[in-house]
């Protein structure tokens, strides 16, 4: 059973520094993996979509990489800004159940003035 | 713009009843999914549909049931033998082979 994990759980830093969130899983064998922002009592935002062929995604101040034979991910943020406080979420989608995503409880940051 | 839309933003259940929460979505997006959120722990998947008149259970399905009669439709039933009810409720949905997910901003349910 696909098991993902993020750490840390929660992150404050102060704005303009460059941050690494983390996030591995236990089973190599994903279809994608994929970064959401969720604010509170909101929904989720997607900010990045990784296939398992591919290596990095980027998209503006934001890069995530993807090492499937290891089981990891990193979503890199660059110069954070205040407006970036938010809990990050990981999702793994598994070869065999693509259908079906796999959460970890996510990284909560705070980017303080 | 397209996008997904869940009803209502909060929802309140008297014990003992059943209630339904909406979903709609114009994406033109094949499979739709429902999951639940719950404080400290990661979202976990109650029901998902990848074509109409077909749904699936998840890791959660116990208390709740689903009808997918249209494709932009998959309305979730919080059944009174869903004993622990009170939650936030996200509905998602993707191309068949998921190139991606798009979400609704979520219903929160609370018994009371």
């Known amino acids: 059973k696909q098991e993902v994990t993020q750490i840390p759980a929660a992150l404050s830093v102060p704005e303009g520094e460059n941050l690494v969130l983390n996030c591995s899983f236990t089973?190599?064998?994903?279809?994608?993996l994929q970064w959401f922002r969720q604010d509170p009592g909101k929904g989720l935002t997607s900010l990045l979509l990784?296939?398992?062929?591919?290596r990095e995604q980027t998209s503006g101040r934001l890069n995530a990489s993807l090492d499937k034979s290891s089981g990891r991910s990193t979503l890199y943020i660059a110069a954070s800004q205040p407006g970036d406080s938010a809990t990050y979420l990981c999702?793994?989608?598994?070869?065999?159940?693509?259908?079906?995503?796999?959460f970890g409880t996510g990284t909560r940051l705070q980017v303080t003035l | 713009d397209g996008g997904i839309t869940q009803s209502p933003k909060y929802l309140f259940r008297k014990e003992g009843q059943n209630v339904t929460l909406s979903c709609e979505q114009n994406?033109?997006?094949?499979?739709m999914y429902w999951y639940r959120q719950d404080p400290g722990q990661g979202l976990r998947l109650i029901y998902y549909?990848?074509?109409?008149?077909?749904?699936q259970k998840g890791d959660i399905a116990e208390g709740y049931s689903v009808s997918r009669e249209k494709k932009e439709s998959f309305p979730l039933t919080v059944t009174s033998a869903q004993k622990n009810p009170t939650a936030f409720y996200l509905c998602?949905?993707?191309?068949?082979?998921?190139?991606?997910?798009?979400f609704g901003s979520g219903t929160r349910l609370t018994v009371v």
């Open positions: 998602a949905s993707s191309t068949t082979v998921p190139h991606g997910y798009t």
């Open positions: 089973d190599s064998a994903i279809y994608n």
């Open positions: 990784i296939q398992s062929s591919q």
């Open positions: 999702a793994v989608s598994s070869a065999g159940t693509a259908s079906k995503l796999t």
């Open positions: 994406l033109n997006h094949d499979a």
């Open positions: 549909s990848q074509i109409v008149n077909d749904f």
